[in-house]
């Protein structure tokens, strides 16, 4: 039943201030009356208005559109350019679902299976029953093969089995795609233009390197794909611990997935996804793949390259018997590389100062793009030299490394060690002089000489002192 006080409908706003008892003043009334006016524009005919719509803006379908990813240099990571690669290849969006399908799906396939324990029929033993059935108040028992005894079979044990299980290969390489786009989009997938690897398997170097971009200290691994074995790379980052290098066939998703940051070479990352874009171009053909980079394009950039990759590969016994004479022989190509740079400094440097004096012969602009020009070969100059100084440096100390271990393995008498020992100071001398060669004045330069001099003639008291011990041995 209706309340008694709802008699009626309630129409318009009047009806509703009367069942309330407001009383209606000018006020309230005012408040919901208002003039309405019309002034000539409005009683002027409409003309007739035609809303012409935009043209809708064309979108490209997903397939079509591209995303950049910066190029960089290994190992100082500098940036050289952008590339484009498809959104379906580095931009996909996160399924959770199926990178959890493509991992459950590695991890099955690469369970080993061979588990086995033996049932009772299986082990060695007499068949004999233990105790009488019954009589001796015991429990049934039956020869020393049962499952219950100590040293008897196994119930329900495993046996050797495959736990592989089938996953279709669009969804596998649509999960490959989408772990490497949320590497992508986190801005955790690193590519490099050239190949990665170092000049020494030296972990302090590496540490360097991944110092200088900050990846050193922050708990996160970093994974690196190369296109090929690289012996140094990998050797240094196994005694430093702070990642894992793989080759482009080695990694699955969950390696895309378990690290810190993805730093892979550029072929690698084209191998990887021409290999797993089935669900694309729906052809098990897949397309052209580099296979490996040239040889002298690695032994090019480093000079050593291929003594210390040999070093790496022959068993760890063997090695020390081979850094001296591996050490020395790098140390002597870094050397004169070096050489080879200074000398062509030098004639930058007099280019330049032939320049200068041209400049003095002309005017107005002729003489100041002259000049800019012999700037430019001082600069450059000077850079060649500090660079042919580097190496220098670093071949030197690796022939005095190596005069060190052999020193080493000599007994302390030994003339063979006096000879060595002053090999060691005439290379130190000879670091000195490259030294004074980039000293800043004169009295530097002449100061760092006398003390290479020095040197030698410790190194001339050495060699005398071991000439004489091996005439005595001779002698005797």
Excluded: C
Excluded at 104 to 127: L, M
């Amino acid at each position: 039943m209706a309340p008694s006080r709802m008699r009626m409908p309630v129409r318009g706003v009047t009806s509703q201030l009367s069942l309330l008892s407001i009383s209606q003043d000018k006020s309230i009334t005012t408040l919901f009356a208002r003039t309405i006016t019309s002034s000539m524009s409005s009683r002027a005919s409409v003309s007739t208005i035609t809303t012409v719509a935009a043209p809708p803006v064309p979108t490209k379908p997903f397939g079509r559109q591209t995303v950049s990813a910066t190029i960089y240099h290994f190992p100082t990571l500098e940036p050289l350019r952008f590339q484009s690669y498809p959104a379906n290849h580095l931009y996909l969006p996160t399924r959770r679902d199926i990178l959890h399908r493509a991992i459950v799906f590695e991890g099955d396939n690469t369970r080993s299976g061979t588990a086995s324990t033996k049932w009772r029929d299986e082990v060695r033993g007499s068949a004999r029953k233990l105790r009488p059935q019954k009589g001796t108040g015991r429990a049934r028992l039956g020869d020393k093969k049962s499952p219950m005894l100590t040293g008897g079979g196994v119930a329900f044990g495993p046996k050797p089995r495959d736990f592989g299980t089938d996953l279709p290969r669009k969804v596998y390489d649509l999960a490959w795609r989408t772990a490497l786009s949320y590497r992508y989009k986190k801005g955790e997938l690193v590519i490099v233009d050239n190949a990665m690897e170092l000049e020494s398997p030296s972990p302090t170097l590496l540490k360097l390197i991944l110092d200088s971009q900050g990846w050193g200290d922050t708990g996160k691994k970093s994974l690196l794909v190369t296109l090929n074995e690289r012996p140094l790379l990998a050797a240094a980052l196994e005694r430093l611990s702070d990642g894992y290098t793989r080759t482009w066939q080695d990694v699955d998703v969950k390696d895309l997935l378990g690290m810190g940051r993805i730093v892979i070479e550029r072929n690698a990352l084209n191998n990887m996804l021409q290999s797993h874009q089935y669900d694309l171009t729906h052809n098990s053909r897949i397309g052209r793949l580099v296979e490996t980079l040239p040889e002298e394009e690695i032994v090019d950039t480093f000079l050593g390259y291929e003594e210390y990759r040999d070093l790496v590969l022959v068993p760890r016994e063997e090695r020390e018997a081979l850094k001296p004479t591996i050490f020395r022989s790098i140390g002597l190509k870094r050397v004169q590389r070096a050489l080879d740079l200074d000398m062509k400094a030098s004639q930058m440097l007099e280019k330049a100062i032939r320049a200068e004096q041209q400049a003095t012969k002309q005017t107005g602009s002729e003489a100041e793009a002259i000049l800019l020009k012999a700037l430019k070969l001082r600069q450059a100059a000077e850079e060649k030299k500090t660079v042919a100084q580097n190496l220098a440096h670093a071949g030197i100390d690796l022939q005095i490394e190596a005069e060190e271990l052999e020193s080493r393995s000599w007994p302390e008498n030994d003339w063979r060690k006096d000879y060595s020992d002053a090999r060691t100071e005439d290379l130190r001398a000879e670091h000195l002089d490259w030294d004074s060669k980039n000293a800043e004045n004169t009295a530097e330069a002449e100061g760092l000489r006398e003390e290479a001099a020095t040197l030698r003639d410790g190194a001339q008291l050495l060699r005398e002192e071991a000439e004489e011990k091996q005439r005595l041995l001779m002698d005797s």
